[in-house]
């Protein structure tokens, strides 16, 4: 098992550009695994539930260089556990979110690393900004000065072919790119978090700087 692990991700680190960053996503993944992972190299870890993360956190102390990343749906009254144990928040998917988050971070003393969650397509599945409401909240997101703002996240609809998912990630790269033309303050773009174990070939192809990746490094989850 250890060894498929370090197999894996030594298989998927040959093929992603030096610029973009590998996340092993490893929610249902005990603590062991992640520590096996850890040992292949990988520093940066995804997970999204809190309590649930929280717990593989406590065993895992001992790894004081690793960077904790959430990627799932935060409900606000999880959210001060969030920015306590989370670097970066992936997942951030309405203007209410986020100003909760930066009221927190600004009591808390902390500067959480942010992405915007966004829906390029309508999807009753998922959170996140449509475009034209997110262009109208960023004036607000600019005055969140404890958010660092770091760039968009996408996860695309299910059931889409490969040049239709391509679409989803080359729009939100544009998207990013109008953002950060507009010169905001507080709002960085150069990040982009897309692509999954099925369709981080595309969002590589589309310029993507984070894989979200799970399953193709720990197997199908039960
Ligand atoms: C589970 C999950 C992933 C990883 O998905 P895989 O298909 O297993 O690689 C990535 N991003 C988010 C937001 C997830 O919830």
């Known amino acids: 098992m250890i060894d498929t692990i370090h197999e894996r991700i030594h298989a998927i680190r040959s093929k992603l550009p030096e610029s973009v960053h590998l996340l092993a996503i490893t929610k249902t993944v005990t603590s062991e695994v992640i520590r096996s992972a850890y040992n292949a190299g990988i520093r940066d870890f995804g997970e999204n539930r809190?309590?649930?993360?929280?717990?593989?956190?406590?065993?895992?102390?001992?790894?004081?260089?690793?960077?904790?990343?959430?990627?799932?749906?935060?409900?606000?009254?999880?959210?001060?556990?969030?920015?306590?144990?989370?670097?970066?928040?992936?997942?951030?998917?309405?203007?209410?979110?986020?100003?909760?988050?930066?009221?927190?971070?600004?009591?808390?003393?902390?500067?959480?690393?942010?992405?915007?969650?966004?829906?390029?397509?309508?999807?009753?599945?998922?959170?996140?900004?449509?475009?034209?409401?997110?262009?109208?909240?960023?004036?607000?997101?600019?005055?969140?000065?404890?958010?660092?703002?770091?760039?968009?996240?996408?996860?695309?609809?299910q059931g889409l072919n490969e040049t239709q998912t391509l679409e989803i990630f080359n729009r939100t790269r544009e998207l990013a790119v109008e953002i950060q033309s507009q010169n905001w303050s507080h709002i960085q773009m150069k990040n982009l978090s897309m692509g999954m174990s099925g369709d981080y070939h595309l969002a590589i192809q589309a310029g993507t700087t984070m894989v979200r990746l799970g399953t193709i490094l720990f197997g199908e989850r039960s």
């Not at 690393?113 to 397509?121: D, N």
Request: charged share 20%; aromatic share 6%; with cysteine.
């Open 50 to 157: 809190i309590q649930e993360a929280i717990k593989k956190q406590n065993a895992l102390q001992d790894l004081t260089d690793i960077t904790w990343h959430f990627i799932g749906h935060l409900q606000s009254n999880k959210a001060k556990k969030a920015l306590q144990c989370f670097s970066w928040i992936h997942s951030v998917d309405n203007l209410k979110l986020a100003e909760h988050l930066h009221k927190l971070a600004v009591k808390l003393k902390v500067s959480p690393l942010v992405l915007l969650q966004v829906k390029i397509l309508p999807d009753p599945t998922k959170s996140g900004w449509h475009i034209p409401q997110l262009m109208a909240d960023l004036p607000t997101l600019n005055n969140f000065k404890n958010l660092k703002i770091q760039g968009l996240m996408t996860i695309p609809p």
